[in-house]
């Protein structure tokens, strides 16, 4: 299966910024979308943003809107997810996905805590 393993999780306070990060053992330019889930305790996981494969294509849930940037360098076979403004909200396990030839393919989840 593909690979997807992310990293930058951590701890901050409401405020802060953190940039998460996911490297695919696959080229990037396979996927026709890859993007960012999330799961707080106790709900549901959650769709927060995701890229096309040209990178000029993105989507955002309106609770993220303005405050978090996804990108895709594609020769480095990485995605990226730049949080600003965190809020307690925010803290959830977040997690990479690809799809690749109309499969969904899931990364290990990060975990990411904001403290108010």
């Known amino acids: 299966q593909v690979q997807l393993v992310e990293s930058g999780g951590g701890s901050v306070q409401a405020g802060g910024s953190l940039r998460l990060s996911c490297a695919a053992s696959?080229?990037?330019?396979?996927?026709?979308?890859m993007g960012w889930f999330r799961q707080a305790p106790g709900k549901e996981r959650d769709f927060v943003a995701n890229?096309?494969?040209?990178?000029?294509?993105?989507y955002y849930a309106d609770s993220v809107k303005g405050r978090f940037t996804i990108s895709r360098d594609n020769a480095k076979n990485t995605v990226y997810l730049q949080m600003n403004s965190l809020k307690p909200e925010d803290t959830a396990v977040y997690y990479c996905?690809?799809?690749?030839?109309?499969?969904?393919?899931w990364g290990q989840g990060t975990q990411v805590t904001v403290s108010s």
């Open positions: 996905t690809a799809r690749v030839a109309g499969t969904d393919y």
């Open positions: 696959e080229r990037t330019s396979s996927s026709v979308a």
């Open positions: 890229i096309r494969r040209s990178g000029g294509i993105t």
